[in-house]
């Protein structure tokens, strides 16, 4: 039916806070029934000697779709590989190698609730390196340990401090935080995105799983809209040298990868990455047999 001269349609949202609920309700992460599946990646965790050039080889020759840095050519220190393998952040970019895999992360060191001058010194280092190559996040640690209200507003702090730098110097480049030491369940998480709103998270699904005793699919349901990036590994319930678990080979242990699998391929179109801790593991088995089991047994 025509609309009369004079009139408009009355728009959908008539009232402004409706429509901010309906904006803010978008998650941060993922979409249901997202029709882009997630891609894969790893974390150079696994091959911490490699250098670059051979990372983005490895990843391609697996056809995952990114790669995450955590450690290059033996350090974890990529500040100071990248001066020293390609200069300065203006030269970086046209002296990696063209290949179709993604770097989707550098891996820092920061702890939300440490974050002395120090160490939010360290953090900034990475900063210029990451714009340059159009690397999207930067992965923190929670930190903490009882998640204590006292525990989430100096790491709540801390993301606040980082917003209002991020904003000054109009960086791309933001922070995800992962879940890894006090923020092991999702009532905890919950807390902590409650002081610190639209915060990205990096979801550690084997520490909510074997340190937090929650079912993955559980923990995906109650913090799914904030998560940017998921990482899987898997274990059995055997003692090693630094956990009351050990590490294995995926689709060798018990982690419950299947129903989480299927619920990610439906809702979710970001990077699921590989974490192989082989440099704080030296027993596991080399990143390449992680990858190779993982494709063959059609883990992730």
């Not at 450690?71 to 100071?80: K, S």
């Not at 606040?160 to 092991?184: F, N, P, Y």
Request: net charge positive; proline share 8%; glycine share 8%.
């Amino acid at each position: 039916m025509p609309v009369p001269r004079g009139r408009r349609r009355r728009p959908r949202f008539s009232r402004l806070p409706d429509a901010l609920h309906f904006v803010s309700s978008f998650p941060i992460g993922h979409q249901q029934h997202s029709p882009v599946p997630y891609q894969r990646a790893c974390s150079t965790l696994g091959c911490p000697e490699l250098p670059l050039g051979e990372v983005l080889e490895l990843a391609g020759r697996h056809r995952l779709g990114g790669v995450e840095l955590r450690a290059l050519g033996g350090t974890v220190d990529l500040p100071a590989y990248f001066a020293q393998k390609f200069g300065s952040p203006e030269r970086i970019k046209d002296q990696v190698p063209s290949v179709p895999v993604k770097i989707v992360a550098l891996d820092t060191s920061l702890k939300l609730t440490d974050s002395t001058p120090a160490a939010r010194e360290t953090l900034l280092q990475f900063v210029p390196w990451a714009e340059a190559l159009g690397v999207r996040r930067l992965r923190v640690f929670d930190g903490g340990r009882t998640a204590g209200v006292d525990e989430l507003e100096e790491a709540a702090a801390t993301m606040a401090w980082w917003r209002e730098l991020r904003m000054q110097r109009g960086w791309k480049v933001d922070l995800m935080v992962e879940t890894h030491d006090s923020l092991i369940g999702s009532a905890a998480i919950g807390r902590f995105l409650a002081l610190a709103p639209g915060t990205a998270i990096l979801w550690d699904t084997h520490h909510t799983w074997k340190k937090g005793g929650e079912d993955p699919v559980a923990t995906w349901r109650a913090i799914a809209p904030h998560v940017v990036h998921v990482h899987v590994k898997d274990s059995i319930s055997r003692p090693s040298a630094r956990h009351p678990f050990t590490y294995v080979l995926p689709g060798e242990g018990e982690f419950p990868m299947a129903p989480l699998r299927a619920v990610l391929q439906a809702e979710f179109s970001g990077f699921v990455s590989l974490e192989w801790e082989k440099m704080w593991h030296p027993y596991l088995p080399s990143l390449d047999d992680a990858l190779v089991a993982a494709t063959k047994r059609c883990w992730w």
